[in-house]
């Protein structure tokens, strides 16, 4: 979704919109706080880490998600993950499998996250509970559930962008925020904020001091490919929550970026978006190269033509959020 640049802005200044929107994103918040209050109706038989977040829009769950996987499959769990599968025609519960199933009906997130681990798209998170545990699953990582009462977490983990914050602290349409500062962090254990260490400075002195919980930070760095990014010219394009960021990691690794077009987060790659795309990028004698989310949903003839840019998320003080799990996930 594209964020109105109001909802931005700075909680003491929040702008004439924020203040005009003032009461409809009161009564979004009182809403959501009434709907969460309700009792969970499935305790699962085995720890649920949920990852969620409190803005709407991108806030880097996905990452987080892959990280968390290869930590528990490092220490010897058997994880899988649980998603609704946003833009896919799926209602499940049904295992994501990438030989055989396409972005359209799964969903892009989880054809990305079936990569790493057995994962599961169902409209009914209980049933895709269910459906997970028979096959074998001894932890469930809840991919943006946070605000889905129905399932009782183990551990809930916030996801936030250092630089944006929660923006200008309001609620839907006034700012942001699915949900009040206050009520959505009573609820966390943990909050994750993913941003270069400037950005982490300015997270720290805005919002640390309403932070009940552990707070942990994190850093989204490329994969190393082997490819030389400083030489040729490239296009890039994403259909991702912040494009930008995007073309800014490009631009750090030495790419020389001739051209961008920024789409709709989870936007359909149709084949005449991708032949203007590559046109574009032909006239400006340039590379084509996008995201790894992006990259599921490209149609299978153009997969061969587009370079892709993973990145991973380095957690600071990892060792500690491993034993913060771990525990939690023994204790359960």
């Known amino acids: 979704m ?9 909680p003491q200044r929040p702008g004439f919109s924020a203040r005009i929107l ?7 918040g009182f809403a959501t ?35 968390l996987l290869n930590m528990l499959i490092a220490a010897g769990r058997n994880p899988h993950v649980l998603s609704k599968g946003y833009g896919g ?64 977490k183990t551990v809930s983990i916030v996801v936030v962008d250092a630089a944006l914050g929660f923006g200008n602290g309001r609620c839907i349409p006034a700012g942001p925020l699915r949900e009040t500062i206050p009520n959505g962090l009573r609820r966390a254990d943990i909050i994750l904020s993913i941003g270069e260490q400037a950005a982490q400075t300015i997270f720290a002195k ?56 920024p789409l709709g987060d989870h936007q359909i790659l149709t084949p005449a978006l991708l032949k203007r795309l590559q046109n574009q990028a032909q006239a400006l004698d340039a590379q084509l190269v996008t995201t790894e989310k992006d990259a599921v949903r490209l149609p299978q ?17 990892l ?3 491993q034993g913060y799990l771990l525990n939690a996930l023994n204790r359960a």
Not at 22 to 28: D, E, K, R, T, V
Not at 301 to 317: C, W
């Open 2 to 10: 594209h964020a109105p640049n109001f909802w931005y802005n700075s």
């Open 22 to 28: 003032a009461p409809l994103g009161q009564i979004y």
């Open 301 to 317: 003839a153009f997969k061969r033509d587009i370079l892709t840019v993973p990145v991973r998320l380095e957690i600071s003080e």
């Open 206 to 261: 805005t919002w640390g001091h309403i932070v009940p919980c552990r707070h942990f930070t994190a850093q989204l760095s490329p994969l190393q490919t082997g490819l030389d990014w400083s030489e040729g010219r490239y296009f890039a394009f994403a259909g991702i929550g912040q494009p930008e960021k995007f073309f800014t990691t490009l631009k750090r690794l030495g790419a020389h970026i001739v051209g961008t077009q």
């Open 89 to 152: 025609t799926f209602t499940g519960p049904i295992r994501v499998d990438p030989a055989q199933h396409r972005a359209e009906e799964s969903g892009d997130e989880p054809l990305l996250l079936a990569a790493f681990a057995p994962t599961w798209v169902a409209k009914s998170r209980s049933a895709g509970v269910k459906a997970a545990q028979q096959a074998g699953a001894d932890v469930i990582l809840l991919d943006d559930g946070f605000q889905d009462p129905s399932i009782k």
């Open 319 to 321: 060792d500690a959020l």
């Open 33 to 67: 706080a009434w709907r969460v209050a309700r009792p969970a109706t499935l305790s699962p038989r085995c720890p649920v880490i949920c990852i969620g977040n409190l803005n709407a829009g991108g806030t880097g769950k996905t990452p987080t998600v892959i990280a």
